[in-house]
């Protein structure tokens, strides 16, 4: 080989090295509740420092977590949105792969809408009619044994609810809007069921049952919230579940049901009146900070309350601040890269 040659295969192992040791773009994937908020973010990033705007890709929380703990190169993302907190199983995923050093940020408040075209008439429901309009199996007549869901109409489950076929659009296994509505809706109908909880001891399914029926009545429509509103504007007679924001930014094509009574609004889901509400959250991987520097100034920038605050700039595209001082201690916390611990994952 010759010197010249020579001289340039060392320059191109030298600019592969830095290529794999840091990079100014930030890499973000998970929910796509938290989706339009982070992407706000990147953008408002890219366009105010001298950083590159962040890929931020929709992938749902559970996606976006498998992604986020596969392992710790920078070949694998940098943070990870997600509309519920990290699961048990994987943050040990985390530490099994080296993601050892993980910070935890709360935004802010969501509701999960249970919505219909404008079109139609107000539509109310309770918690407990709504579990039994999706789940697999429910109560028989005599409320003894459990049976397959023959509900097909909505009216079937009570008199009061009208004589409409029940099609529910809702978000696919990997959703966080999906674990967050099985827990609030379902969980917390079926517990309270003896039915279900003399079961429980034949098959743990039963401890916290939330198995959604698969025979067509609930379809699960991807990640992207918005074929659900497009397919409400062309199905009349069906529902769609999604992030409050998403029912924001489409107000004039859709309405949000009350649950038990209580509208999802921002005042109802703060306060927590509003029955299906949760919170928003996002995920850094400490161990690439020093790689990709863009990472502390994209963390400070979120967290700021012209972000997150009462008249932050997310609030305008339907996030729901924290109460002042949540928003002020979840700050001091993110920013000082408090190190996520399993046992921070058992506190509610």
Not at 197 to 219: F, M, N, P, W
Not at 227 to 253: W, Y
């Amino acid at each position: 080989m010759t010197m010249k040659k020579t001289t340039l295969a060392l320059l191109a192992s030298a600019a592969l090295t830095v290529s794999l040791s840091a990079r100014d773009q930030i890499k973000i994937v998970g929910s796509s509740t938290v989706y339009p908020f982070s992407s706000a973010v990147a953008e408002e990033l890219g366009a105010t420092t001298k950083f590159p705007t962040p890929v931020v890709e929709s992938t749902g929380s559970g996606g976006g977590m498998k992604l986020f703990c596969a392992g710790n190169d920078l070949n694998t993302p940098d943070i990870t949105n997600a509309s519920r907190r990290m699961k048990a199983k994987e943050f040990e995923l985390c530490q099994k792969n080296g993601v050892t050093d993980i910070t935890e940020a709360v935004i802010g408040f969501d509701g999960i809408a249970f919505a219909q075209d404008k079109s139609n008439a107000a539509f109310n429901v309770t918690r407990e009619q709504l579990a039994l309009a999706v789940a697999e199996e429910v109560p028989s007549k005599d409320g003894k044994t459990l049976v397959k869901n023959p509900y097909k109409n909505w009216s079937e489950i009570d008199a009061s609810l009208p004589n409409r076929e029940i099609i529910v659009y809702g978000p696919p296994k990997s959703s966080g809007t999906r674990d967050a509505f099985e827990e609030l809706v379902m969980q917390h109908t079926f517990k309270k069921m003896d039915v279900y909880t003399s079961k429980a001891s034949e098959d743990k399914k039963y401890k916290k049952y939330s198995v959604i029926r698969t025979d067509g009545v609930y379809v699960p429509s991807g990640e992207n919230d918005n074929i659900i509103v497009q397919k409400l504007t062309k199905n009349k007679t069906a529902f769609g579940i999604f992030g409050f924001s998403f029912l924001e930014e489409n107000d004039d094509k859709l309405s949000g049901s009350t649950i038990n009574g209580i509208a999802p609004t921002p005042e109802n889901i703060s306060s927590a009146k509003y029955p299906v509400s949760r919170s928003l959250f996002f995920y850094t991987k400490n161990s690439h900070k020093q790689d990709v520097p863009a990472m502390k100034n994209y963390v400070e920038m979120f967290m700021s309350e012209n972000m997150i605050g009462k008249s932050g700039i997310l609030t305008e595209i339907g996030l729901i601040p924290l109460p002042a001082d949540e928003r002020a201690s979840y700050r001091e916390s993110v920013l000082a890269g408090k190190k996520l611990t399993l046992e921070d994952l058992s506190k509610k």
